[in-house]
């Protein structure tokens, strides 16, 4: 079965550093998401994305988080400068795209900021 | 935009026994309500789903029920098992034609051997 990977699986950085994270979708799946999971709660949309173009970006803290996906395939997720309440679990997922089409979760990246 | 609200968040059972998760939401235009498990460190995964055209949605042990009058929607799962444990969530489109979710909260179940 085909999944989205991400990389990297877990990453420490100290506050006001640069931190970036990857995810390569199901292939053929023109939408994708980065979601974050703050421990104990369920996902929040920080961007989506169809094809290289952002669909929906209203919940991305826009002065520290950026996100991109030049070519419609892979994609970055980038926060500059991390704060302590970065901290939490990004998700990546990806669909085919339509109405009401299933989102394909990868394993995460876990951030932590010291 | 939507809004989910997902109880209880802790559900211990007995193995054996059935579990139910409920879950209202707030936007009577959405029309697709997913459940995702997730285990201890691992992805969301789809268990099962349920358009807003039929009431009731079966897949071997796991069930979800749809009431479209009272916007709620339910997970059940028959026979439990200790495998079972995990968090589980709800979810709804943010808006319609969006394709995209706003996640409950989670229940965390627990199936006791």
């Known amino acids: 079965e085909a999944e989205v990977a991400q990389s990297p699986r877990y990453k420490i950085t100290e506050k006001s550093q640069a931190v970036a994270f990857w995810c390569d979708p199901i292939?053929?799946?023109?939408?994708l998401y980065w979601y974050r999971q703050i421990l104990g709660q369920g996902p929040e949309l920080l961007v989506q994305?169809?094809?290289?173009?952002?669909?929906?970006d209203s919940q991305l803290p826009k002065d520290r988080f950026s996100a991109e996906r030049l070519k419609g395939v892979d994609s970055t997720l980038k926060i500059q400068p991390a704060e302590l309440g970065d901290s939490a679990m990004y998700l990546c997922?990806?669909?085919?795209?339509?109405?009401?089409?299933?989102?394909?979760f990868g394993n995460g990246t876990r951030l932590t900021v010291t | 935009g939507e809004n989910v609200e997902q109880h209880p968040s802790t559900l211990s059972v007995q193995e054996g026994d059935s579990a139910v998760i409920k879950c209202t939401y707030s936007d009577s235009a959405s029309n697709y309500f997913p459940w995702y498990k997730q285990e201890l460190g691992k992805r969301p995964q789809l268990i099962i789903d349920i358009r807003s055209n039929v009431g009731e949605k079966k897949d071997q042990r796991i069930a979800v029920t749809l009431n479209k009058t009272a916007k709620h929607f339910s997970l059940h799962i028959t026979e439990t098992q200790p495998e079972d444990s995990a968090v589980y969530f709800c979810?709804?489109?943010?808006?319609?034609?969006?394709?995209?979710?706003?996640f409950g909260t989670g229940t965390r179940l627990t199936v006791i051997p």
């Open positions: 292939s053929g799946h023109a939408t």
């Open positions: 994305f169809q094809d290289e173009s952002v669909v929906d």
């Open positions: 979810a709804a489109p943010t808006q319609t034609g969006a394709n995209n979710l706003f």
């Open positions: 997922a990806s669909s085919l795209g339509g109405n009401n089409s299933p989102l394909h």
